[in-house]
């Protein structure tokens, strides 16, 4: 039995994976070119292949960035006493370990923080006012550039107008989130069980549109990649290799919906660092509660009321009726699978013989 001192949840209680090594990093990371030409094309195709992409060129000034990450060190290294003040994190606030309702552990402390248009809400006051104005300078970056990147993936899908997507995340009602989680080292575990690691962020899908992710320079993140050519659902976990200089732009189920299930969301989970503290701080860009989520009409075809051929693998619901469904679920659940429809049997068309046709 592994006790840590301190620990309010014994990390007993948290699942052990065996630790990353050298040959799990994925080299294959899509990287887009947020300033280049080609980038709109280049957004959609990996987010069809791999459901997340590292955004560089993204013109988000280092200090924008550096400046919220310094706020979040200082805060999650005050006294717990301070920091359990500003929790438990129902929905909001400080959370240690325990992640959402429903009895999923991880080794992590964080904060989740609410946003009300452009700024932080009042629904989840911030520890300070310095970390405050940080995250809505902070915030403010993240929805511009939530914008050009689903700008651009309207224009890569092909559907009009450009802002079909982009302003689901920018209206004023739109429901957006900022966490800032903190994986701290666990050198206990290194030196009982040198090759397992505890599980920081248990594998799961961003529920939302688009989520921007910004880490140190601690790896962690793993993503799942799909193979079609296999038989079997399992996934085959790669680590992503830390970037501090890029995002990673991450699609979430409600995007995945909307673009009846061309662009993926990506199951990803974080392995936590035995000897290093990782931060991230994720921007989680959803519409407002009453948007209809559905595929877009000109992906579907006649039936669906569109211009193209394919027929709406989803049921319709509102983000409102998915954020209550999702937030009763565990990490882990396929949130998406109660939606899906059942896809009608292809239809055998009648044989015509060119010679017959067209008739006389
Ligand atoms: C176990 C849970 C935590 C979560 C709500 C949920 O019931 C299922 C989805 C989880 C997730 C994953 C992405 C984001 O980190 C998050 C804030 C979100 O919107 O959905 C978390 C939720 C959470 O931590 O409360
Ligand atoms: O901390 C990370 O790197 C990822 C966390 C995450 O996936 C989430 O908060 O939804
Ligand atoms: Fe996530």
């Known amino acids: ?10 990390l007993e209680q948290i699942p052990l994976v065996r630790s990353p090594e050298p040959g799990d990093y994925f080299a294959g990371v899509p990287a887009v070119d947020l300033s280049a030409p080609g980038a709109a094309r280049d957004a959609v195709r990996a987010c069809e292949r791999y459901g997340f992409f590292k955004a560089v060129n993204h013109g988000v000034h280092d200090g924008v960035v550096s400046r919220l990450e310094a706020e979040a060190v200082r805060f999650f290294a ?31 402390e964080y904060l989740l923080l609410a946003i ?35 700008e651009m993936v309207a224009e890569g899908l092909g559907v009009s107008p450009r802002g079909v997507l982009a302003d689901m995340v920018t209206d004023a009602a739109s429901d957006q989130l900022l966490r800032l989680n903190h994986y701290p080292p666990c050198p206990l575990l290194q030196s009982l069980m040198p090759n397992c690691s ?16 910004h880490s140190n320079g601690t790896s962690g993140l793993q993503v799942a990649l799909h193979n079609d050519a296999a038989d079997d659902d399992a996934p085959h976990w790669v680590s992503v290799p830390p970037d501090p200089s890029s995002f990673l732009v991450i699609v979430g189920d409600s995007l ?23 931060v991230s701080m994720i921007y989680f860009g959803g ?48 949130r998406l699978a109660p939606f899906h429809r059942q896809q009608p ?14 008739p006389p």
């Not at 989840?124 to 914008?147: C, F, I, K, T």
């Open 1 to 10: 039995m592994v006790v840590l001192a301190k620990s309010p949840a014994p």
């Open 78 to 108: 005050s006294p717990q006493a301070e920091k359990d003040a500003r929790g438990p994190a129902s929905p909001f606030g400080y959370g240690n370990k325990r992640i959402g309702r429903n009895g999923d552990m991880g080794w992590l």
């Open 116 to 150: 009300d248009g452009a700024a932080l809400s009042d629904a989840s006051p911030a520890p300070s006012s310095s970390l405050r104005d940080a995250a809505n300078e902070y915030v403010g970056a993240m929805r511009g550039m939530a914008r050009t990147v689903l």
């Open 198 to 213: 505890p599980t920081g962020f248990g594998a799961h899908t961003d529920p939302q549109i688009i989520s921007i992710l």
């Open 256 to 278: 995945q919906v909307m673009t009846n299930g061309r662009l993926r969301s990506v199951r990803h989970r974080v392995v936590a660092n035995t000897l290093k503290s990782r």
């Open 287 to 334: 519409p407002p509660l009453e948007q209809r989520i559905a595929p877009l009409r000109q992906l579907l075809g006649a039936a669906g009321g569109g211009d193209g051929e394919e027929q709406s693998r989803y049921e319709a619901f509102t983000w409102g009726q998915y954020k209550k469904a999702a937030y009763l679920s565990r990490l882990g659940d396929d």
């Open 345 to 358: 049997p292809p239809v055998a068309m009648p044989q015509v013989q060119s010679s017959s046709y067209p």
